[in-house]
């Protein structure tokens, strides 16, 4: 299957400061990415679908302001997470589709730890 | 938007029973139903999907069905495997959005 790549799998960083997290499409061009959190031993929670070209479309409670999605090519889009809290320590999760509406595939996470 | 249900949310089996999984969904505009598992420390990985012009759909041991008019659908696995431990989460789609239930947590016993 299609292959994405999510970087970095983990980050620690201090409260105050931000965060970029990478999400690549290797090997297919992604007009829909994703980017969820997932709490532990929970389910994935949609924060935003990231479009190629456009704003990012935010799910309610999510902060676009703290969670910067910039989506600047067919195979990348970026979560920044700015102002960084210890209560943004989470996994976070993108996946990119291969067409507008079919499979979806997932990077492997990036888990942030901010102390 | 769409919001879709999942039930149960833990589920115990002995190997070799069967194991049912079920979602609902709110939008009649999804179209597209995805099942992903997701092992300990993995990303999810899609082990079947559906989409709405499409009753029911087998892969060896695993089978979903959907029922457009009542808005649920449900995954099948039988003859089940300490292998198939796991996380499982349904998914409701259309184009733009993906939502997913809240998972299942299935332990099949040795």
């Known amino acids: 299957g299609a292959v994405v790549s999510q970087h970095p799998s983990r980050v620690i960083c201090k409260s105050g400061t931000s965060v970029k997290i990478e999400c690549r499409s290797l090997?297919?061009?992604?007009?829909?990415m994703f980017w969820y959190r997932q709490f532990p031993k929970q389910s994935l929670m949609l924060m935003a679908t990231?479009?190629?070209?456009?704003?990012?479309?935010?799910e309610q409670g999510v902060e676009k302001d703290k969670f910067l999605i910039n989506h600047a090519s067919l195979t990348l889009s970026t979560l920044t997470v700015t102002s960084a809290h210890p209560e943004d320590s989470s996994f976070y999760i993108c996946?990119?589709?291969?067409?507008?509406?079919?499979?979806?595939?997932f990077g492997q996470g990036t888990r942030l730890t901010v102390v | 938007g769409e919001n879709v249900e999942q039930h149960p949310s833990t589920l115990s089996v002995q190997e070799g029973d069967s194991a049912v999984i079920k979602c609902t969904y709110s939008?009649?505009?999804?179209?597209?139903f995805p099942w992903y598992k997701q092992e300990l420390g993995k990303r999810p990985q899609l082990i079947i999907d559906?989409?709405?012009?499409?009753g029911e759909k087998k892969d060896q041991r695993i089978a979903v069905t959907l029922n457009k008019t009542a808005k649920h659908f449900s995954l099948h696995i039988t003859e089940t495997q300490p292998e198939d431990s796991a996380v499982y989460f349904c998914?409701?789609?259309?184009?733009?959005?993906?939502?997913f239930g809240a998972g299942t947590r299935l332990t099949v016993k040795p």
């Open positions: 998914a409701a789609s259309r184009v733009g959005d993906m939502r």
């Open positions: 990231s479009n190629e070209g456009s704003k990012a479309t935010y």
């Open positions: 090997d297919f061009q992604a007009t829909t």
């Open positions: 559906i989409r709405s012009n499409v």
């Open positions: 996946s990119a589709r291969t067409g507008r509406n079919s499979e979806a595939f």
């Open positions: 939008d009649s505009a999804s179209n597209y």
